[in-house]
C-alpha cells in the first residue's frame, strides 16, 4: 500500500493540527492505520492506531488530546491533535501493518507500508 501523509505545520503550543493520510493499493478496510512519530535522538514511537471498525489505541502521553479516525470510503486517515505541546515536536508517519486484522501492533517493525513523514513543530 502506498500512503501519502499530509498536515504538518509550525504551532505554537496549545494550538491545533491536523494530519491526514491517503492510502492507495490495496483493501484500506482490511487494516489497522497507525501514526507514529519520531523526535530528534529518540525511537519512533506509536501515538495513536485504529482498527478498521473504529476502535483506538493512544499513547498515553497523548490520551484526551489527540483522536485518530477514519472513513474508509476514502481510504483516509486523520490525526487531530489539540492542546499541542513542545514535546510533541516530530516526524509524524502514517502507517499499515504487514498483516491485515484487527490486532493492533504497536512496534514500528510490525508495519509494513510507511508515509512519507511529515515534520510537526510547536513552539513554546
Known amino acids: 500500500v502506498q500512503l501519502q501523509a499530509s498536515g504538518g505545520g509550525l504551532v505554537q503550543a496549545g494550538g491545533s493540527l491536523r494530519l491526514s493520510c491517503a492510502a492507495s493499493?490495496?483493501?484500506?478496510?482490511?487494516?489497522?492505520m497507525g501514526w507514529f512519530r519520531q523526535a530528534p535522538g529518540k525511537q519512533r514511537e506509536l501515538v495513536a492506531a485504529?482498527?478498521?471498525?473504529?476502535?483506538?489505541n493512544y499513547a498515553d502521553s497523548v490520551k484526551g488530546r489527540f483522536t485518530i479516525s477514519r472513513v474508509n470510503a476514502k481510504n483516509t486517515v486523520y490525526l487531530q491533535m489539540n492542546s499541542l505541546k513542545p514535546e510533541d515536536t516530530a516526524v509524524y508517519y502514517c502507517?499499515?501493518?504487514?498483516?491485515?486484522?484487527?490486532?493492533?501492533?504497536?512496534?514500528?517493525?510490525?508495519?509494513?507500508?510507511w508515509g512519507q513523514g511529515t515534520l510537526v513543530t510547536v513552539s513554546s
Open positions: 493499493g490495496r483493501t484500506f478496510n482490511n487494516y489497522v
Open positions: 502507517a499499515a501493518p504487514r498483516y491485515s486484522g484487527s490486532y493492533v501492533y504497536t512496534t514500528p517493525n510490525a508495519y509494513e507500508s
Open positions: 485504529i482498527t478498521s471498525g473504529g476502535s483506538t
